[in-house]
Each structure stands twice: as C-alpha cells, then as structure tokens.
C-alpha cells in the first residue's frame, strides 16, 4: 500500500511562503534603512529636520510598515529621535554629546594604535597608510596652488574619505571587529554635525598630515607608548576645534533666533572682531566660520 505525504508538502509550501515574506520585507526595510542613512549623511536631512512616513514611502514605492523598522534601527544607532507619537527627526548632537563621543574615540583609538605597534607592521600595511595620508598632504598642495583660504565641499569630502580611512586602518590592525564598528558609528554620528563646518585651510592640513605621520613612524617603531599618547593628543586638539566650531555656531544660531530678521548679524560679529583688536587682542573668528587654529587637530 502506497503512502502519501501531501500534508508535508502543503507545510513545506506554506512556510516556503511565509519565509519569502519575511525575505521581502527584509529586503525593503533594508532599502529604507540605506535610503534614510545615506540622506543622513549626506546631509541632505539635516540634524533636526523631520522624516515623513508618507513622502519616503511614495520615494520608496514600498509600505509604511519597513519604513517603521527601518526608523527604528535607525534610532537604536543614534542617528534619529523618536518621540512618544512616533514623530521622527534626525539627532542633533549637543556639546555635551561630542564631547562623550570622542572620549569614547580616543578610549578605543588609544587602545587599537597600542596594541597594533605591540607587533611588526606589515610592509603593505605601511605602505597603505602612508598613502592615506600622503593623499592628505596632495590636498593640501592643490588648495595652495588654487589660491582658495579653505577647501570647497567636494574636496573636503575628499580629505574625510582619506582620513577615515587613515584610522579605520589603524583600527583595524588591533584586529577587533567590534571595536572597529563602534569607531566607525561613533564617526558617523559626528559627521552629521560636522556638516556645518567651512572646508579645512592649508595650515590645518598640514598639521594633521604631521600628527599622522607621527602616530605611524611610533606604530612602525613598536613604541606603544608614544603611539597612544600621539593618538590621544591628536583626538583631543580636534575635540577642543570642533567644541570651539559648536560655541561660535550656538551663538550665531541664539543672534539669528533672537534679532529681527533684517538685522544682518555679520556686520556685529566683525565690529566685535575689531574692537578685540584694537584692545590688543587676537580677533574672534566670524560667526559659522572655523578658525585657524595650527592646535585644532582634525580627522
């Protein structure tokens, strides 16, 4: 007598069903999730502004439903706010948050370069991060022959390119993957404020070219160190910079919300700026617009 085993097949093919389900709604909270980070980093949603369900779902052509996980992950990486009626806005870092930020940098930084020059360097490991910074350095002798004070946007994403990767590399030679990730959305979370600043001048890349090269001839040397005490100076001269950035842009965001709109705040910015020095002091910088500080190490 023959045994069929229809009931086995119509389980199989129901939860066949069911897991292609879950496949397409991974898959299209997936493309949320990508679409809402790249605009975040971008900056084309900048910190503070909302996020429409609605209007990403028609961009998407998908439902509301992968938009809400995706928002929700999203959240749990720091990158957006979401209050209690479920509102999204994209974060906008305090003082006090990149503060904690990069101290949570240097901390695994520190640790990462110490334990990357407890061994030899690699030839090509050498020689790929002398590259990323010799690429620094040939910014900064295209903006000299430009004329130009500062790096314009798309030069500027350059140089970011070549220094993330600088200490992505160095991070990576501590051989911990979880550290590295961590560096990496601690990274991620401080660019979305530093989408404010003015490109980097002549002096400062050079600076950071030098603070660079100085980290990596201590790695290549095995002084763990020197390496870790170059690498906790070079974090914290660029948080002393950005925290300077964030007080000028805090006071000129507090004059633009509080003065009548036809009252061009620039003008009172460099009438201050004049007055400091006529009494002998070094003028403040414009309002928005970074300083230059041969101290304030970036990267």
Known sequence: MKTYYKPQQESRTVTTGA???????????????????????AG??????????????KELGISRTPIREALGQLAA??????SPNRKAVVARLGRQDIVELYELREALERYSVGKAACRPLRDSERKSLESLNQSIYS?????TASGKPALDHEMMS??????????TLLVRLAANGRILKVVNDTRILLRIFTMRREGHNGPLLEKIYREHAAVLQAVVEQDSQRAMRLISEHIQRSLEERLELYDRWEIETSLHTNVPFFFDVRPLMESVAGLAANNGNAAPPQAGVPAVNADAGED
């Open 139 to 143: 910014i900064k002798e295209l903006l």
């Open 19 to 41: 897991e292609n389900r879950v496949g397409n709604l991974s898959l299209t909270r997936n493309k949320a999730y990508l679409s809402l980070y790249q605009k975040i980093v």
């Open 44 to 57: 084309e949603l900048p910190p503070g502004s909302a996020i429409s369900e609605v209007l990403l779902s």
């Open 158 to 167: 350059r140089f970011t390119a070549y220094d993330l990767g600088f200490h």
């Open 77 to 82: 990486e720091g990158l957006i706010e979401q």
